[in-house]
Structures are given as structure tokens and as C-alpha cells.
């Protein structure tokens, strides 16, 4: 579709998935030329997102073929547009879920337009000229510059990618839940992959008593030890769960896969909340027993507006809040991918798109 689209002039490699298999392979495709509003970014680096796996092995049935993935972008500004006055040709910048929002509804004029009904991502989106959006998975993208941010000169270009969704998408139900201003609360983390592992960052950072629910018991001395997470729950031990149970005032969960949210809610302390981010393909149990007995809340959170991911992005540069990465060559993406869906990752691929190696300021 988007070869015969108008004005797409611009030849950009990439590596795409062209079936449910999900094999990545390279793909050449165009980019439309850079417009007033947008800026043109030479990519150096995009993380791997579990939604790029559920994507190109169209796990939740909406994935357009071919599929370029990718929503953590870093890269450098190389061509801004006539209307563009924030960007400058070289600046650093990032990219993440967000290519197009219909800028007129409510959602849009009070800066929550990840919120807007006519959003558009990334990739796998539609854009308004009728182009499907190709992602970050590639060495060039267009992007409208309403969708893009600074990144601070103090973070490495590779470790703050994931910062683009994982950091985003778990900042926003935190500052939603005023656990930002208030320290001192207890919150639980479930599932330590790459949401998790900066939820369990910047649960700290706000001063929280982080406790991590997982089903990994081998990621219990990392988590306490180097990510700083207090306290570490087993999922799968009912005698942890036991103790742990009217604990905590407040769960985000990152899970992938399908799970029961009952055992977790009875986590919560009486009026406590559960934030679902994790968006595992099947619908998941929610029993109503731990609801009405302890008037819990469960809510979900899409990623975060851009205004948010600014200020994310900024308070990652004072405090030098970063992913723990494992960076990965072009031609490692499938290898990366599989190991991924194995949970075999501490705590993000990055894949090195423009070769940098090891990591670029
Ligand atoms: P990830 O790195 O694979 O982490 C997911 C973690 O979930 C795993 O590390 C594992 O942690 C846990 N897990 C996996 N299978 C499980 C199971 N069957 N039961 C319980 N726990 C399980 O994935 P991610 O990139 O952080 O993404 C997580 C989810 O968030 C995905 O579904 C993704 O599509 C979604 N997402 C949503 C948004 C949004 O805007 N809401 C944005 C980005 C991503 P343990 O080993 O600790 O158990
Ligand atoms: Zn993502």
C-alpha cells in the first residue's frame, strides 16, 4: 500500500515480519517526503516491545502484513519541516507509540491524545494519507514533530530507547494513582520484563516500597539487588502469596500472557487499586469475590500523551534513571525475538540499527 501512496519518494531499509510465522527479514519500503509538520530522524536505535512480538505473530488478530515493528526509537534529526520551530537539524530525539491523533477532540485539546478515538501508531496504523505506518525497526523515519521528544543529553541513546513505551507506559498509571507526589506507599510490580524493570526504577525513584510478583524465581537477587526492589513475591508459591496478601496499596501489571487477576488483587489492601498495562491476547479472569470484599479497583493505561512523555523523559535525565539493555545487531532480531517470548531477557533488547556499537551519548 504505502509504495503507491503520493509523495512516499523515499527509499528506507528495514527488516519486517510478512507472516504469522513472525519472521524478521530485511524489507525495503518508502516513507513519505518530509511535510511542514514533520521532521526526518536518522534511527540509531529502537527496543524490542513484547507488542512487537504480538504484532508480528498478529497475536491479537490486527496486524497488517508486512509488518516493520518497532516504537522505542532513538535517533537524530536529519530534515525538519517549514512549521517545526522546537527541532533543530542533529538534535537528539526519541519516538514512541504515537504517529498521528486527530488534534481537534477533547482528548486531544487537553493533551491526552493517546486517548484520542482516531489515534494512529507507530506501526501498524493507518496514517492519513492512507499509508500503513512502518515502525522503528528500520534506519530512517518520518515523523510529525508533535509526536517526538527531546532526550536529555546525559542519557545514552541505547538505554534510554525503552524509555519511549516501557518507560512511558508505567510512568503514566503511577502519576495517575499520585503515587509521584505522595511516597511511602506500598506497590507491587507484576511481571519483571521490560515494563516491570523501569516500573521497579521509578517506583524507587518516587520513594515507594517496591515489591516485585513474578514467576521467575530466579530473578529475585537482581531484582532486589541491583534494581533496588524491596521486597519479592513468587506468584506461584500460594504460601508467599498467602503472606502477602492485603499488603500492598496499589499493582501494576505488566503481564504479557493470560493470568488470573484474582490471587493478585488479593494482594491489595482494602480500596486499593490494580493498573493493567500487560496485554496478553485472551481476556482474563477477574473472580468479583476479591473486588467486593475488599472494594478494589481494577483500571488499564494506554502508554502516555506526549506532554507526559516529555516530562518522563526529563525527570529520567535529572535523576539518570536508564533501562538495563542488551543490545542486539539487525541481523540478531529474530534470535532476540524468540528469546524474548522465552522470558529470557534482563530487561530489554535494543537493536543497534545505525551499528554504534557499544552505545552513543
Ligand atoms: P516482557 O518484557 O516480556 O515482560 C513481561 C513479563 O511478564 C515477563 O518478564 C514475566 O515476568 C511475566 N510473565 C510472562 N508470562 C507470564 C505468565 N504466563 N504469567 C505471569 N507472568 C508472566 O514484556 P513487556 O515488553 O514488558 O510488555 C508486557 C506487556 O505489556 C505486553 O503484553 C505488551 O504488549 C504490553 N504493553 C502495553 C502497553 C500499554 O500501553 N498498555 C505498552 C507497552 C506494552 P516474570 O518472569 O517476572 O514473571
Ligand atoms: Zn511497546
Redesign the pocket.
Known amino acids: 500500500m504505502a509504495q503507491t501512496t503520493p509523495n512516499h519518494t523515499q527509499t528506507v531499509s528495514g527488516w519486517a515480519a510478512h507472516d504469522p510465522s513472525g519472521k524478521i527479514t530485511p524489507y525495503t519500503f518508502k516513507r513519505r517526503e518530509n511535510g511542514i509538520n514533520d521532521v526526518t530522524i536518522k534511527i540509531l536505535y529502537c527496543g524490542i516491545?513484547?507488542?512487537d512480538i504480538?504484532h508480528v505473530k498478529n497475536d491479537w488478530g490486527i496486524t497488517m502484513y508486512p509488518v516493520v515493528p518497532g516504537h522505542e526509537i532513538t535517533g537524530l534529526i536529519t530534515k525538519v519541516g517549514g512549521n517545526v520551530t522546537n527541532f533543530k537539524v542533529g538534535d537528539r530525539v526519541g519516538v514512541g507509540?504515537l504517529a498521528a491523533t486527530c488534534l481537534e477532540c477533547e482528548f486531544c485539546k487537553e493533551s491526552q491524545e493517546n486517548y484520542c478515538d482516531q489515534v494512529q501508531f507507530t506501526y501498524n496504523g493507518i496514517f492519513w494519507d492512507g499509508s500503513i505506518t512502518y515502525g522503528g525497526y528500520s534506519k530512517m523515519l518520518v515523523a510529525d514533530h508533535r509526536y517526538v521528544v527531546h532526550i536529555p543529553e546525559n542519557l545514552p541513546m541505547d538505554a534510554a530507547a525503552p524509555l519511549l513505551?516501557?518507560g512511558i507506559?508505567v510512568y503514566c498509571p503511577l502519576k495517575d494513582n499520585n503515587l509521584l507526589d505522595l511516597p511511602g506507599k506500598r506497590i507491587g510490580v507484576?511481571?519483571?520484563?521490560?515494563?516491570?524493570h523501569v516500573a521497579v526504577k521509578f517506583g524507587k525513584a518516587f520513594g515507594h516500597h517496591v515489591t516485585?510478583i513474578?514467576?521467575?524465581p530466579s530473578?529475585e537477587k537482581e531484582a532486589r539487588d541491583r534494581l533496588g526492589a524491596d521486597d519479592f513475591i513468587v506468584?506461584t508459591d500460594a504460601a508467599q502469596m498467602k503472606a502477602g496478601k492485603r499488603s500492598l496499596d496499589f499493582i501494576l501489571d505488566?503481564?504479557?500472557?493470560?493470568?488470573s487477576l484474582g490471587p493478585y488483587l488479593e494482594l491489595l489492601k482494602v480500596n486499593g487499586t490494580l493498573a493493567i498495562?500487560?496485554?496478553?491476547d485472551k481476556p482474563m479472569d477477574l473472580p468479583s469475590f476479591p473486588l467486593i470484599f475488599g472494594k478494589r479497583a481494577v483500571k488499564?493505561?494506554?502508554?502516555g500523551n506526549m506532554k507526559e512523555t516529555q516530562e518522563m523523559m526529563d525527570m529520567c535525565g535529572k535523576y539518570n534513571i536508564m533501562c538495563d539493555i542488551e543490545t542486539v545487531m539487525p541481523e540478531e532480531i529474530n534470535e532476540a525475538l524468540d528469546r524474548?517470548a522465552k522470558?529470557d531477557?534482563k530487561?530489554?533488547f535494543v537493536i543497534d540499527i545505525a551499528n554504534q556499537k557499544p552505545s552513543s551519548l
Open positions: 516491545c513484547h507488542t504480538h507509540c513505551c516501557a507506559t507484576i511481571g519483571l520484563g521490560g515494563l516491570g516485585v513474578s514467576t521467575s530473578k506468584s505488566t503481564v504479557s500472557a493470560y493470568h498495562v500487560g496485554a496478553p488499564g493505561s494506554m502508554t524474548l522470558n531477557v530487561y530489554r
